[in-house]
């Protein structure tokens, strides 16, 4: 064999053989337990990423390790294809999104084919294929069937420039992720899935997610946010006909003393009430919609408020207090209204002080003066007693918090509430490239939904995309149709839906993607749950939270058994690839392939000096993006899987170096040398009826590496793994001379390339090759330590001639000193440096060292 690896000759014969073996085709086996293994499935946006290298690489180590570990596994792909990118991408470009999609996903599904990933191809889908969305429209019927779906007016984000709807993550800094114009608040009719049916399960349920990260289930937790609280009335003065009183929701009923003030969402409908008759009421409602609707938007935004002129009677004390409309009061929480603590609650604190309201403190440590206790900028937020409260006086926080609540029963004025932050799903958008909700609005029957014969309802291809806006709702023809009920004409639905939607089963149609229903429960309740989940953290509340809801509503519909109502048993969240910024002179960025090392540093191809900046993740925008196509052309995909696996702990964030790619491709190619300059015995030598110490030795390394390897892949310690196979090819490097030797390495370079295989399949199958094996490595067992040589009764102890480290001795752990002693004299390194004299002094630490005195 030739004393280098070549990884262009080799990467591309292995996957050809995978491809004619069809090795990763998954089928239905009841002979041999399943696995799951999905990573996230990518948006196209045109080209793979150093990101994407990480999360499939790691999904791929896992799949080829349980395949190899006799489980049949279930490894496949597909495209997260609608969106507003590939519209707007599609609007700037004067092409269709459809045609701008099919050409991304073809660009990296070539982009993707070097890894030698162990996909299975077949199953392949993209959301945006009628065939996908067909089936998503038939679960969106059957939802509504089960009042699972609705439709309602809701408080939206607007963008007025895009004139479509946002997501709160979309809405930046007050303005349009795209367009950059302020967003407003406006009113629309919407409709929504009904997530929050299931708010109690889907919060009990995280309980149960043990195989999650800790910080993930901590996120879902706090997204549905459960609170346990007191709904009830103030009575009011001032207020129109209608609003005699005002209702609220607290969950701090033991401050009610402390009340200052009342306040009410812009959008309750007292405002709007107001907002009728008074045009500052009305213009002050429309300065407040202008804010962003998420909660650390609010959190951020200046207090704004209005005084209504409206005063409401205090409960228990008599006192009337003012009512105001302020802009950090939202609608879908509570009831739209709360009483301001502003002693305790910092949101409150700031308005009060602000507007110069009441701040009455009425809880105090266990340790301050009740009389002296005060407030000044920073809300009280811990535990104590309860003061300046008439009968709450002295009562721990929960101890007034039942009195309230009890008397407030009694006297019917409110009643204790379970209330949950979770709100409805709105799936409503109002753009192009997106799955059709599949609904008719008719003038006699009103909103019916579609026939499930008449699915898929297909985008139209024929569509204007340079303007602004929705063009379904422009179409001249698509949106007219029969009523699916008595046939005269109606209008079709021109929203479409969230793109949250199409990844939130996408999971499960894997199991049968060419059903014609959305899932083929028979396939479904073989392969569901996934095994093991894989994608970055950035998802761990929306998609995750959807996914969860979906699961159930397709379980409650039988499209699941309710077996798969939690779909990822087991979750791991990646870090980033990171990789140093760079900027001319002029400050503008500057990718790697446009400078040039130079005296420590760098410079522009053209001699100009370069700013390096922090390490931060690959992103087009700063340019600090590593194309994986110039690596797997320069050092192979192999050295690509290997670096990006070894150099951290994958929960962490990754730095793509391209010093750490080269030592990856030294180290691949340091084991092909060790490997072709190794003398084997050949195949079917008989062993040894006891092993010489040396090649036992080897024998131990190999058989250690066999069950660290197993134990660190399992518990996702990739890099942990890659280490162990360093100190394996270590030991290889240093093997002496024995008769047995030659065995013992064959064994352990057939270990080796198994333990390799899921990190570097190609080098590992040319590997196996080379020792003469037959069949493909890819699909053999996975190697089984021998018990017996995972216990070490020698120990390596290192020995010095004054103070220099001459050698290294094998004894065994209850060895004698005299044993000892005499093994490292009988050293011809020791001898050597000793010479005619011999030792002046010899000491032996059992277990550690030797240290000879000339």
């Given amino acids: 064999m030739t004393t280098r690896y070549d990884h262009s000759a080799a990467e591309a014969k292995w996957r050809k053989a995978w491809a004619e073996a069809d090795l990763f085709r998954a089928k239905v086996d009841h002979d041999k337990p399943k696995y799951y293994v999905l990573e996230m499935f990518p948006y196209p946006s045109g080209k793979i990423h150093m990101g994407h290298v990480r999360n499939y690489v790691m999904g791929d180590v896992v ?36 045609e701008w999609t099919y050409a991304n996903i073809a660009t990296m599904k070539e982009q993707l084919a070097p890894m030698g990933l162990s996909l299975d191809w077949t199953r392949e889908f993209a959301t945006c294929d009628p065939e996908y969305y067909a089936q998503q429209q038939a679960l969106f019927l059957d939802f509504l069937e089960a009042g699972l779906v609705y439709r309602r007016k809701s408080v939206v984000n607007w963008d007025p420039v895009d004139m479509t709807v946002l997501a709160n993550e979309q809405v930046e800094n007050g303005r349009g992720w795209r367009s950059g114009a302020p967003v407003e608040r406006r009113e629309l009719v919407q409709w929504f899935f009904k997530i929050t049916a299931f708010s109690d399960d889907l919060l009990s349920a995280i309980d149960g997610l043990d195989q999650w990260p800790d910080k993930v289930r901590l996120m879902q937790r706090n997204w549905i946010g459960k609170s346990e609280g007191l709904q009830f009335t103030w009575k009011t003065h001032g207020a129109p006909e209608g609003f005699e009183a005002l209702e609220v929701y607290t969950t701090r009923p033991d401050t009610i003393f402390g009340a200052g003030f009342c306040a009410i969402a812009a959008d309750h409908p007292l405002a709007r009430r107001l907002a009728e008759d008074d045009p500052k009421v009305a213009a002050f409602c429309d300065e407040c919609r202008k804010g962003g609707t998420s909660e650390e938007e609010i959190q951020k935004a200046p207090k704004l408020g209005l005084d209504t002129g409206i005063t409401v009677d205090h409960p228990f004390d008599g006192r009337k207090l003012p009512v105001w409309i302020a802009n950090f009061i939202l609608m879908d929480y509570g009831t739209g209204a709360i009483f301001g603590c502003a002693a305790h609650d910092q949101r409150d604190l700031d308005f009060a002080r602000k507007f110069d309201l009441a701040v009455i403190p009425v809880v105090a440590p266990s340790d301050a003066d009740p009389a002296t206790f005060q407030v000044d900028d920073e809300a009280y937020l811990g535990p ?31 009643e204790r509430k379970t209330n949950y932050r979770l709100r409805d799903w709105g799936v409503s958008r109002q753009r192009y490239w997106g799955c059709p909700i599949p609904v008719v609005h008719c003038g006699r029957c009103g909103t ?90 950035e998802h761990a509340i929306l998609h995750l939270l959807y996914s969860r809801f979906f699961a159930r509503a397709m379980a409650k519909t039988g499209h699941l058994p309710e077996s798969a109502i939690e779909p990822f048993t087991a979750l791991f969240t990646q870090g980033m690839v990171c990789h140093e910024t760079y900027q001319g002179p002029d400050g503008k960025w500057l990718s790697p392939d446009e400078i040039k090392p130079a005296d420590g540093g760098f410079t522009t191809l053209d001699g100009q000096p370069v700013t390096v900046g922090p390490s931060i993740k690959m992103s087009k925008s700063k340019k600090n993006v590593v194309a994986p196509d110039d690596v797997f052309e320069k050092y192979g995909a192999d050295t690509a899987r290997w670096f990006i696996m070894s150099d951290s702990p994958p929960e962490r964030d990754v730095e793509w170096t391209a010093a750490g790619a080269e030592a990856a491709s030294r180290f691949l190619q340091r084991v092909w040398r060790l490997r072709s300059e190794a003398s084997l015995a050949a195949p079917g030598t008989p062993e040894p009826a006891e092993w010489t110490p040396e090649a036992l030795a080897i024998r131990q390394a190999a058989h250690r590496a066999v069950q660290g390897v197993s134990d660190d892949i399992e518990g996702f310690a990739f890099n942990k793994s890659i280490a162990r196979l360093y100190e394996l090819v270590g030991a290889l490097s240093k093997a002496e001379a024995a008769p047995d030797m030659p065995l013992a390495l064959r064994e352990a370079y057939g270990i080796l390339a198994r333990l390799m295989s899921p990190f570097v399949p190609h080098f590992a199958e040319e590997l196996w090759s080379s020792l003469g094996e037959t069949g493909l490595l890819t699909g053999a067992p996975w190697p089984v330590a021998d018990p017996a040589l995972l216990v070490d009764d020698t120990v390596l102890m290192p020995v010095q001639v004054n103070g220099k480290r001459r050698a ?43 240290n000879v005195v000339a």
């Fill in 384 to 414: 104590g007693r309860i003061i300046n409260s008439d009968f709450l006086d002295g009562m721990t926080i929960e101890q007034a918090k039942a009195e309230v609540g009890r008397r407030m029963e009694e006297a019917g004025q409110g």
């Fill in 448 to 537: 019916v939904p579609e026939k499930k014969e008449n699915l898929p309802v297909r985008l139209p291809d024929d569509v204007d995309i340079s303007k602004p806006g929705n063009p379904l709702d422009r179409h001249p023809t698509w949106r007219n149709v029969p009523c699916p009920v008595c046939g005269a004409p109606a209008r079709r639905e021109t929203d479409t839906m969230d793109t949250f939607v199409d990844s939130s089963w996408y999971f499960a149609r894997f199991t049968a993607p060419r059903a014609k229903t959305p899932t083929d429960l028979e396939a479904a309740s073989y392969w569901m749950n996934v095994d093991q989940y894989i994608g970055g953290v």
């Fill in 808 to 850: 290294e001795i094998r004894v065994a752990k209850d060895a004698s000193k005299e044993a000892i002693e005499a093994m490292a004299l009988a050293e011809e390194s020791v001898k050597k440096h000793l010479g005619e004299a011999g030792p002046r002094k010899v000491i032996v630490v059992p277990g550690r060292i030797v």
């Fill in 63 to 98: 799949a080829r390790y349980k395949m190899a570990k006799g489980f049949n596994v279930l490894h496949p792909m597909g495209w997260d294809a609608f969106g507003m990118p590939a519209e707007n991408a599609a609007m700037e470009r004067g092409i269709h999104p459809g």
